[in-house]
């Protein structure tokens, strides 16, 4: 039994991702393409890359102490796992990833009822059995090994459930979506037996809140100006912020220096403004972490 943090990166869409987050957090993540076990920065931790759908079984099992995975994978396997907290990125958008039921265009399926007696392809197949017994609906759920939108397509399946974000890929093949089944985003999980370690929790809990974040520094940016004291008053009540601006004022001048951190979506919205109100010399720079 290693003293070590036994740590999972989700292999697959998500793995450049996590590696990102973990480098704006602090850690570095070199993976080797001929291995499964990438080197990290920190001796107190061994990673190893694991199938996002694969993690809570790991993790559950004690195999690994802690992972990354979607709450949809948690919710697939029932995995009696320690959820730390949500982790709410995504690789494409800012949408919150669903799981949907999704059927021809010119299908006659209306509503979920109407799907008694069909076919549905699905990866989340355990998921989507309970789903349809809770109902009360008889399905036949059949695993799909990919390309799941093709499938409807092809005659396979009279329906899908499949995971969405913008739903692009879905209308792109001639599909409707007609249900949603669930929500989902990443979930840093932690098993049992680990959690009560205290050097593994506190470990645990240091990456929970580093990577939280970084997650927050990533919505955020840093705003400095230079704004003549007779106009601080109309700039600073355009500036959101988490608390309030730094106000620093410059040597020997009439001038102050202003800093704040807001969210980047209102930037290009501000920043006009901004310079309406008196505001010069407007430098935005990115964050890694906001705590």
């Known amino acids: 039994m290693t003293d070590k943090l036994r740590l999972g990166i989700p292999k697959g869409s998500l793995q450049n991702a996590t590696i990102e987050l973990f480098r704006k957090s602090g850690w570095k993540i070199t993976v080797n393409d001929r291995s499964y076990f990438p080197q990290i920065n920190d001796d107190k931790i061994e990673c190893a890359l694991c199938r996002a759908q694969e993690m809570a079984l790991n ?71 309970r789903f349809f017994t809770n109902l009360g609906i008889n399905v036949n759920v059949k695993f799909s090994w990919g390309a799941t939108e093709a499938k409807v397509v092809s005659g396979l399946a009279d329906a899908i459930v499949e995971i969405t974000e913008t739903e692009s890929t879905i209308k792109a093949h001639g599909l409707r979506v007609i249900h949603e089944l669930m929500k989902t985003n990443t979930q840093l999980i932690a098993n ?100």
């Open 192 to 291: 049992h037996e680990s959690w009560k370690n205290p050097a593994k929790r506190e470990k645990i809990e240091q990456i929970s809140l580093l990577l939280k974040g970084a997650l927050l520094a990533g919505k955020l940016v840093g705003l400095k100006m230079n704004v003549r004291q007779q106009d601080l008053e109309k700039v600073a009540a355009v500036l959101p912020s988490l608390n309030g601006p730094t106000v620093s004022h410059l040597y020997q001048s009439d001038w102050v220096s202003v800093e704040t951190i807001v969210d980047e979506s209102v930037v290009r919205d501000l920043i006009p403004d901004l310079i309406k109100r008196g505001a010069e010399g407007i430098i935005e720079y990115s964050l890694n972490k906001v705590i």
């Open 59 to 129: 993790v559950e099992s004690g195999t690994l102490d802690v992972g990354l995975t979607g709450l949809d994978w948690i919710a697939e396997h029932q995995s009696n796992v320690h959820v730390v907290t949500d982790l709410v990125y995504s690789k494409v958008s800012a949408k919150q990833a669903r799981w949907v039921l999704a059927v021809a265009y010119d299908s006659p399926v209306k509503t979920l009822k109407d799907l008694e007696g069909k076919t549905i392809s699905t990866e989340l197949v355990n998921f989507t059995k």
